[in-house]
């Protein structure tokens, strides 16, 4: 799978790495293995709308279960993500849309100029 590092931003008082790769939505690792960042794989096979909206999403659920916020529900037999349920104080809510907006504002320039990149090229490669 095609992917390139976009770069590592801080969020509050840690550093994630953000990754384009191939295809569409996203997904985050809190604990991706020993030596190595957190990170958000982004799908940039996508509008930038939606390439947005899912940096948002992510960044966010990532900083909620940061400040354990986020609840999988055991009774659930398909462990679908649209069970998880998002419980936090205004105190955590604060705390996760600073880090969060720290986090967007520094690498949403990066984001851009790398995803135009992206279509540029993905645009050379098809017939």
């Known amino acids: ?11 509050g008082n840690e550093s994630i790495q953000l990754v384009l790769r ?14 190595k960042l957190p990170y958000i794989k982004i799908g940039a096979d996508d509008d ?3 390439i947005f909206t899912t940096l948002l999403h ?9 400040v354990k916020g986020r609840y999988y529900p055991s009774a659930d037999v398909s462990h679908s993500s ?4 998002f419980v936090i104080d205004h105190q955590d809510f604060g705390d996760v849309c600073a880090r ?17 990149l992206w279509r540029k090229n993905r ?5």
């Open 82 to 85: 649209a069970s998880y349920l």
């Open 1 to 11: 799978m095609k992917q390139k590092i976009v770069g590592s931003y801080y969020a």
């Open 100 to 116: 969060a907006a720290e986090f967007v504002d520094d690498c949403l320039p990066d984001l851009k100029k790398e995803y135009k």
């Open 22 to 35: 191939e295809g569409n939505g996203g997904d985050f690792w809190c604990v991706p293995g020993r030596g």
């Open 48 to 50: 930038w709308n939606s």
């Open 58 to 66: 992510e960044i966010f659920e990532f900083l909620l279960e940061r």
């Open 123 to 127: 645009k050379n490669i098809l017939p």
